[in-house]
């Protein structure tokens, strides 16, 4: 039988590790946002300088997540200050973007629409899909994108999309799921989930 990678498996096999990137990135923002304010900088002015700052800080609190970095060859707005951040897991691989519209970009880069060209989770396959993978030499490993968007030094949106190719010039999301409510400490004086 093959890997399940439907949102509820993969959520589970990698449920330690948004924390992890969620801490990297608020922890990117917090040094961004004060080498910001003791330069009496304004991060709008120079989106792409504060951005990498975030990063900057994230790949260092990555090494220890056994992270391997890739090259973006991807030259839009949307990708260029987080471009290259992969986390690579045993069973999933893992591109951290930095998407401020709602839609995820189409890739221009062939190597990232290889990325996102994967069959749906709940289709059933006449044969074992890694099997072919792994004779064109790609990872058999399941694609997912962790898509987060910042304001006003907040992440306010951080969510795990499964994608599952391009249609009609759009990326087609397999599932997401919206990853705050496991990254975030509950309010004051909030009950534990039950």
């Known amino acids: 039988m093959g890997r399940d990678d439907s949102k509820a498996a993969v959520l589970g096999r990698t449920e330690d590790v948004w924390p992890e990137i969620f801490g990297a990135l608020r922890a990117g923002i917090d040094i961004a946002a004060h080498l910001h304010s003791t330069a009496g900088w304004d991060p ?5 300088l504060y951005q ?21 060859d991807d030259q839009s707005d949307a990708a260029l200050s987080m471009s ?25 880069s062939k190597t990232k629409r290889e ?25 058999d490993r399941n ?5 987060w968007t ?10 795990l999309v499964r994608p599952s190719g391009v249609k009609k010039g759009k990326v087609v999301v397999d ?20």
């Open 84 to 108: 290259g951040l992969m986390l690579r897991l045993e069973h999933d691989v893992i591109r951290i973007w930095h998407i401020t519209p709602l839609e995820i970009p189409k890739p221009g």
């Open 44 to 48: 709008q002015d120079d989106k792409h």
């Open 175 to 194: 599932w997401q799921h919206d990853l705050r409510p496991l990254c975030m400490p509950p309010p004051v004086g909030a009950s534990p989930p039950a």
């Open 115 to 139: 990325f996102i060209a994967q069959p749906p989770s709940g289709q059933t396959a006449l044969f074992d899909v890694r099997d072919l993978m792994h004779r064109l030499r790609r990872d």
């Open 150 to 159: 910042i304001q006003h030094h907040t992440i306010t949106r951080f969510d």
């Open 52 to 72: 990498h700052m975030i990063r900057r800080k994230a790949v260092e609190a990555f090494k220890g997540l056994s992270t391997e970095f890739d090259e973006d």
């Open 143 to 147: 694609h997912l994108i962790l898509r």
